[in-house]
């Protein structure tokens, strides 16, 4: 009986979502019931303390622990899900005021899965009513990257240490991640020509960091390279960002200032051996701050959100840019669609069409990116027509009524 109802609760957690699952949930991401909180995490979690700038630490611990312990990576790769803040266990009180989110990508180490977290968060932003976002990003790279830039470093401060306070020495030498997020004004003259991290970048670490920075442009948001912002220095890597609402002049001219944060996020590619795993897992999360007024009061159940009929496959660098943002244009006229966005090979793509027993599968080649098209095959009779992008969800409603 205990069993039965074990079981009917995680169905129950598992199916009831509101309206930023709802948008995850059209990207890909699986809302989960998050795993919970024992004390073992918190005894593991504690070694990441003093470096802990977003206080998520434990929650790392604990998702990591989750992929392992549960053999997720038997599972098809990437892992992408979805869940509520905060886990349950945790001790620390929840602000009553904002609701917190989680979204994470376990198992890939492409640039896309930083493009398929940022393009829906801001989707989830968007739909909340904040227009005007910017991105702060930074990379610190790989392990060979990091020994590089802790090195250049080292020799700044052996040539600098003399302009800086006996206090400041100190700082410096227990945390200089978090020396540098509020550098005082005394300090100005150090952290002149002061080594950064993007200088330091392996070759494998500028190509992701390059990959990434060319998904927020072909997204046309605004970013800016932001030196000092670090994460986790004990197990973090290559990316991290923090979106911020965008300030305003009383003029109306848009400034890049610190706003509002609304989300931030980053990778953690290291952690898993850190706790004694055998090998890296990949990963990336982020995280929404959300103000409670902001969350439509709807609730959805999961099951009650039609299945998708169209698969969306790509090919190709520039293909697979655009196909986020086709995805989006779906979501907003209410058209859900499978898709594998970190995937490269077509082939696999279109027998995961097959498998999700989708009507039809719609390819984004490189020659439909540049013509801002799309093939839209029929998977049972294999007939297949390219249509403009424009013009894709009034086509694919007309698919759907004539389905029916």
Not at 199 to 224: N, P, Q, T, W
Request: aromatic share 10%.
């Amino acid at each position: 009986m205990a069993k039965k109802e074990k079981g009917k609760e995680k169905t129950y957690f598992e199916n009831i979502s509101d309206k930023v699952g709802e948008i995850a949930i059209h990207y890909g991401f699986t809302v989960i019931k998050p795993p919970h909180i024992f004390s073992s995490h918190f005894l593991k979690a504690k070694q990441f303390k003093d470096f802990d700038h977003y206080s998520d630490a434990l929650e790392k611990v604990v998702l990591t622990e989750w992929y392992m312990n549960e053999r997720l990576d038997l599972e098809t790769q990437p892992i992408a899900i979805h869940y509520k803040k905060p886990l349950p266990g945790n001790l620390v009180k929840k602000k009553s005021n904002v609701e917190m989110y989680g979204f994470e990508i376990m198992g890939s180490s492409r640039a896309t899965s930083e493009a398929l977290l940022i393009k829906c968060v801001l989707a989830v932003l968007e739909e909340l009513g904040h227009k005007d976002v910017y991105i702060d990003i930074n990379s610190i790279g790989d392990k060979e990257s990091i020994v590089r830039f802790e090195k250049e470093l080292a020799s700044h401060y052996r040539k600098n240490a003399h302009v800086l306070t006996a206090k400041m020495r100190q700082e410096f030498k227990r945390n200089h991640y978090t020396f540098f997020r509020n550098v005082a004004e005394e300090a100005r003259e150090f952290t002149q020509n002061i080594p950064e991290p993007i200088g330091s970048l392996s070759d494998i670490a500028r190509i992701h960091f390059k990959e990434v920075l060319e998904c927020l442009e072909s997204f046309g948001i605004i970013y800016k390279i932001k030196p000092n912002l670090f994460s986790n220095k004990l197990y973090a890597s290559y990316t991290a960002f923090e979106i911020r609402e965008t300030q305003k002049k009383s003029a109306g001219v848009e400034i890049i200032e610190e706003g509002e944060l609304l989300a931030f996020g980053y990778r953690y590619n290291h952690l898993a051996k850190k706790l004694g795993g055998k090998r890296e897992i990949p990963s990336i999360g982020v995280t929404v701050i959300v103000k409670k007024n902001k969350i439509p009061k709807k609730k959805i159940l999961i099951k009650n959100i039609k299945k998708p009929k169209f698969y969306l496959a790509q090919l190709g660098g520039t293909a697979k840019l655009k196909a986020l943002n086709v995805v989006e244009l779906l979501r907003k006229n209410k058209i859900p669609v499978y898709h594998s966005i970190t995937k490269d090979k077509i082939a696999g793509q279109l027998n995961g069409a097959e498998y999700m027993k989708a009507s039809h599968v719609l390819i984004m080649g490189q020659k439909e990116a540049v013509e801002n098209s799309m093939v839209v095959r029929d998977l049972k009779t294999r007939e297949q027509e390219t249509v403009a992008l424009h013009d894709l969800p009034e086509f694919l409603k007309k698919i759907k009524k004539n389905k029916k």
